[in-house]
């Protein structure tokens, strides 16, 4: 798996301002206190669920992650439904409206074909379909990272802030109804 750049990281998970990115607060874990293991349960040689063993109050603000929130924005043109742990969350789209590809279309030939057996050949026109200049994608904000179509984040590759729906759940027609995960394009 590749691993994000510094940089890339950086703009999609800024660090939380209370820990500045380390994760944990100055103050001695509250369940084992400071100790790091389930002594108090009669398990010393277990680590502490709260702190993992550092001895150290996770961050309050982070939850221990080192990372800013970030506020999503959904940029596609329907809601996209997230299975979170708690129940699924609807992310509607955003008022500002979706980001689109402009496309463009030519014809380059006609193609002979055979689509059924029972018919003679038919023609059928063949085009070249050219992805062109993304519409309706906002400047880049800090802390703000923006949902949107596959199409878009390929073509706009430079982006460190966009996501796109992953790990998706179907229903019995195959249509997605939920993701699991949000992804990153290489």
């Known amino acids: 798996m590749q691993a994000l750049s510094q940089?890339?990281?950086?703009?999609?998970?800024p660090p939380c301002p209370e820990c500045d990115g380390s994760g944990e607060s100055l103050e001695v874990c509250?369940?084992?206190?400071?100790?790091?293991?389930?002594?108090?349960?009669?398990?010393?040689?277990?680590?502490?669920?709260?702190c993992g063993g550092t001895g150290i109050q996770p961050c309050w603000r982070c939850a221990g992650l080192g990372t800013a929130t970030l506020r999503v924005r959904n940029l596609t043109p329907h809601p996209v439904t997230l299975w979170v742990p708690g129940g699924d969350v609807i992310v509607p789209p955003d008022p500002a409206g979706p980001a689109r590809c402009k496309v463009t279309s030519e014809m380059v030939g006609l193609l002979r074909v055979r689509l059924r057996d029972d018919r003679p050949p038919d023609?059928?026109?063949l085009r070249r379909t050219v992805m062109g200049e993304v519409e309706g994608l906002p400047e880049p904000e800090p802390g703000v990272v923006l949902i949107v179509s596959r199409v878009v984040a390929?073509?706009?590759?430079?982006?460190?802030?966009?996501?796109?729906?992953?790990?998706?759940?179907?229903?019995?027609?195959?249509?997605?109804?939920?993701?699991?995960?949000?992804?990153?394009?290489p």
């Open 7 to 13: 940089e890339r990281r950086e703009v999609l998970f």
């Open 30 to 50: 509250h369940v084992c206190s400071g100790a790091g293991g389930m002594w108090i349960w009669g398990r010393p040689k277990e680590e502490c669920i709260e």
């Open 154 to 185: 390929e073509a706009a590759r430079d982006r460190h802030d966009l996501l796109i729906v992953d790990d998706t759940i179907r229903d019995e027609q195959g249509r997605i109804v939920a993701a699991r995960a949000l992804a990153v394009m």
């Open 123 to 125: 023609t059928i026109p």
